[in-house]
């Protein structure tokens, strides 16, 4: 572990070090895939295309002078005596937190490209395939925060095989060799292996949050390794050791059980007090060491956010509880007791401890609720702001009790065993919801589903401010979406999913195209929308022309013709992320979006009507394009494709691509 | 094979085509005009069917044909045999959105003259539409729908398949089981599936004292939230009603042996 004047030492080394600039404007350094690049990737791309293609000197690009360090003979030095100016460029822009304005920043002239480099702290990689994690790296030389996302949402749907990619341990090695100050990472939907998380642990000394979202891959012994090693700071003049770890989130991963290799891993953490802040761990699919997790808890002043997975009952969570009143985000863990009797009295007790914790605002887990325990949550319902019931069966009846003290709940995730009189009673009081997720308890198609348009349409009566909606349901009518459309103006998600394909409006037996309509046309800030039920293309003509913000778009069994697509692909400029499955797009569809695939992360099209040639042709006509053609069948459908991944990268296709995936070019 | 839907008086048509074997195709074209041919297709064998259908009476109750359905080759009732699966699945389901087809054809008023292609389509759908009613709800095989992360499906409890899935604690262990009980075919499998599970005797169920010859009793929640003994009703009638089990050990064991 290195002083802190060691640091600045290097710090100061490295930056005199920097490479020239010239020659890496040279080198091919267009900007990294950040999320929402809309035109800035695209002129960078074009920019690298000419430096590269010039193999004589560039003087500088834009006519601008360049400042700084000397560089080979061939370069005309320009005279730029201002290295006031540009301490004064990076001291202004270490102001720039949003990636957005960075990206934009970058593009001014070649001064600010660089001083932009140097000052980003935080890397953001929308799709690990884009780029190389070297190319990365290479360009921003000061990050100590690090997101990297992997596979499509749709692999979440059992959509792509297993081991297609994403695999973090080639960006685990460029981090830990680039960044040894590294302090947060945040990954979604990549694999992380045992290894990965032991490599993170011993080579980040200065580590505190690491964040897994749909991660998959590793198990407790990587977490044992993390708890262990991310620690241990010694302060210069006191033998006290502090753990520096921060935050550790695990949401929705995958985390197994997988035989001898368990680990204990919470007791992996360190004797000493601790500075977690947030442990969240509600994925875990193995049981946890409660008098460790106890212990630690107890030594974790500064705890706020605890989830716990479904194997701590409800009175260790008693045990948590009396000892962290202080916690603001509570995952309760299975909710249930595993004791006989006596039920009655520990109510009271379990309502006193809840009644302790007057900063509680979000409470999630529920795994395996016992209904009687309910009412123990009632003294903290006035507070809470996020409430996630989720993984509960509860009926109306149950819920009601609840809701009706939740006054100031802006986030709601509940299962459609509420069904429709459970959303009317959280009409009635949430008035200041925002995002709503209903989730279907019984998936299957064809099924009497117990949420409706009816419930669906008292959320919108009741909750104006909503800004976000997931909502399942087997029936829904194109009058409850439009009047939706008009109650929620600030709507910026909507996604809609009419469990049975191909479901016309009960009552008017008309597609839903109407109500898909209303929503673009009427909820002026949409940025993301999900479709479904019987769709014609007409609602892909509503979308195209109205929806000028969406960047995000999930169609499933929908859709005539290739006109849909094509509306979609040339009327939506924001278009960031297509999703398509089982809709009859085809060639001339896609051809159609040759224009704008360069500023889209990823379009996938599976089982539609794509043909072998057209990706073909598309890939020859777009360089930077990686078209991935998977087949999931054991037979070849000869010319016509399953599944077509494709998405921009600086690097070319990858390297680590299984046998099953075909990559054109 | 094709179906060719005309329009004497406005001289238009709609052309269905029907790759022989079922596959992709694609929709083009719902509303023929005035005095031109379209054709259409659909996602697939059945989707055809149903887009064809909903033409059909959505152009007869517009009152753009008088229409007769002509099949111009042999009628294959293979071919038309309606799955909503991906081409080569065997899977016999999702009956229900075909139901939806013939409802709408039996509400609309139709003008088709021709009885005897439309009433065979129609009669064949009415078989399958009989047959939806007749059997339960069959199990989706559409890969990945409705989008909801296996994650999710595996926390939440029932609906997997045509499992009965109930939750199983026992007092005093730290974790809940699941189990199936269509697995099952009677008190005696459950009660031993139990004993083995949790490595414990059980005794032997008489109505009137309930479990003896243990300190364990098995019990379950009903619908009702009551507390019941395991053993209590008919085997069915428990299967249907059952939500989650609970072993009881102990004093509280004991008491529930009379007939409460």
């Not at chain 1, 309910?374 to 819920?399: G, M």
């Not at chain 2, 259908?53 to 007869?60: A, H, P, T």
């Amino acid at each position: 572990m290195e002083n802190p004047n060691a640091k600045a030492q290097r710090h100061r080394q490295l930056r005199s070090n920097n490479i020239d600039p010239i020659k890496q404007m040279r080198e091919n350094h267009p900007s990294t895939n950040s999320e929402d690049d809309q035109r800035s990737s695209l002129l960078d791309l074009a920019r690298a295309e000419i430096t590269e293609s010039s193999n004589s000197k560039t003087r500088t690009y834009g006519g601008f002078p360049d400042p700084g360090s000397g560089s080979g003979p061939s370069e005309p030095q320009a005279p730029f005596p201002d290295q006031v100016l540009e301490n004064v460029l990076e001291n202004v822009l270490h102001f720039l937190s949003s990636r957005r304005d960075r990206n934009a920043a970058s593009l001014v002239c070649r001064s600010w490209y660089r001083a932009e480099a140097l000052t980003r702290s935080e890397l953001f990689i929308g799709n690990c395939y884009a780029l190389s994690p070297t190319r990365a790296t290479t360009r921003f030389t000061r990050i100590k925060s690090v997101t990297v996302k992997g596979k499509p949402r749709f692999a979440d749907f059992d959509l792509m095989p297993p081991d297609w990619g994403a695999h973090f341990t080639p960006w685990a090695s460029a981090l830990a060799q680039a960044y040894p100050w590294l302090e947060k990472l945040h990954l979604k939907r990549m694999i992380v292996t045992d290894a990965d998380l032991t490599l993170l642990a011993d080579s980040f000394p200065d580590f505190r949050e690491l964040v897994l979202v749909c991660c998959d891959g590793f198990g407790t012994p990587g977490l044992g390794a993390v708890a262990a090693k991310c620690r241990y700071r010694s302060h210069l003049y006191s033998s006290n050791k502090l753990l520096l770890l921060r935050v550790l989130e695990l949401v929705e991963s995958v985390v197994e059980a997988v035989g001898d290799e368990e680990v204990d891993w919470i007791s992996c953490f360190p004797d000493s007090q601790t500075n977690m802040e947030s442990l969240v761990f509600d994925c875990i699919e193995c049981p946890i060491n409660f008098e460790a997790l106890d212990s630690l808890v107890a030594r974790s002043p500064r705890l706020k956010k605890l989830r716990l997975n479904q194997f701590v009952s409800m009175a260790q969570l008693h045990r948590l509880l009396l000892r962290a009143p202080q916690l603001t985000h509570l995952g309760t863990g299975s909710f249930s007791a595993n004791d006989p009797g006596g039920v009655g009295e520990l109510v009271q007790d379990y309502t006193t401890a809840f009644e302790a914790c007057r900063s509680l605002v979000c409470l999630s887990g529920f795994r395996e609720i016992w209904a009687d325990y309910l009412p123990t949550i009632y003294p903290v319902c006035a507070n809470l702001t996020s409430l996630n019931l989720s993984y509960a069966d509860v009926n109306a009846h149950q819920l009601k009790p609840v809701i009706r003290h939740c006054h100031k709940l802006q986030i709601f995730w509940v299962l459609d065993s509420i069904c429709d009189e459970g959303l009317q009673a959280v009409a009635a009081t949430c008035k200041d919801l925002r995002e709503l997720r209903v989730f279907p308890v019984d998936a299957r198609e064809g099924t009497e589903g117990p949420v409706s348009e009816v419930g669906f349409e008292a959320i919108s009566q009741g909750c104006r401010k909503l800004e976000s909606i997931l909502y399942f349901c087997q029936r829904m009518t194109n009058a409850a979406v439009v009047a939706m459309s008009k109650n929620c103006p600030d709507l910026v998600v909507f996604r809609l999913c009419i469990i049975g394909r191909y479901r016309p409006d009960p009552v008017t037996q008309e597609p839903m195209d109407e109500g898909f309509g209303a929503i673009v046309m009427n909820c002026k800030k949409l940025t993301r929308l999900a479709v479904s039920g019987l769709l014609t293309d007409r609602a892909f003509e509503y979308i195209g022309r109205y929806g000028k913000l969406v960047r995000t778009l999930s169609v499933a069994f929908a859709g005539d013709t290739d006109m849909g697509l094509k509306y979609v692909l040339e009327g939506c400029p924001n278009l960031q992320k297509l999703e398509i499955r089982d809709s009859p797009f085809g060639d001339g569809a896609l051809r159609s979006g040759l224009h704008h695939y360069y500023n889209m992360r990823f379009l996938w099209m599976s089982t539609c009507k794509l043909t072998r040639q057209a990706c073909q042709e598309v890939a020859q006509a777009l360089p930077n394009l990686v078209l991935e053609v998977i087949n999931n069948s054991e037979e070849n459908a000869g010319d016509d494709i399953e599944v077509l991944y494709m998405y921009r990268s600086l690097d070319g296709p990858r390297d680590d691509a299984p046998i099953f995936v075909n990559i054109l070019h | 094979m094709n179906g060719v839907i005309t329009n004497p008086e406005k001289g238009s048509s709609v052309h269905m085509l029907l790759p022989p074997k079922g596959g992709w195709v694609g929709v083009s074209h719902v509303c023929p005009p005035t005095g031109g041919t379209c054709s259409f297709k659909a996602a697939n064998t059945a989707t055809t069917i149903l887009k064809f259908i909903d033409i059909i009476l959505r152009l007869s109750s517009q009152g753009k044909m008088e229409s007769r359905v002509v099949f111009e080759t042999h009628l294959n009732l293979k071919a038309t045999e309606l799955r909503l699966g991906l081409p080569g699945t065997q899977e016999n389901e999702d009956k229900t959105a075909h139901s939806y087809a013939v409802v709408r054809n039996n509400k609309r008023p139709e003008r088709e003259t021709s009885e005897d292609s439309v009433s065979i389509s129609k009669a064949s759908l009415d078989q399958q539409h009989v047959h939806a009613v007749a059997a339960p709800q069959l199990k989706a095989e559409i890969v990945g729908w409705p989008p909801i992360r296996s994650y999710r499906k595996n926390s939440v409890q029932e609906g997997e398949g045509d499992g009965i899935y109930v939750k199983v604690s026992m007092d005093g262990a730290p974790y809940l089981r699941k189990i199936d009980l269509k697995v099952y075919r009677g008190y005696p499998e459950l009660l031993k599936a139990l004993e083995t599970m949790f490595k414990l005797t059980i005794g032997e169920y008489s109505e009137r004292e309930g479990y003896k010859g243990s300190e364990y009793a098995p019990t379950y929640e009903d619908k009702d939230g009551d507390w019941m003994l395991v053993g209590d009703v008919p085997w069915d009638m428990f299967m249907t009603c059952c939500k989650r089990l609970r072993i009881m050990k102990g004093s509280e064991a004991r008491g529930l042996g009379c007939g409460v």
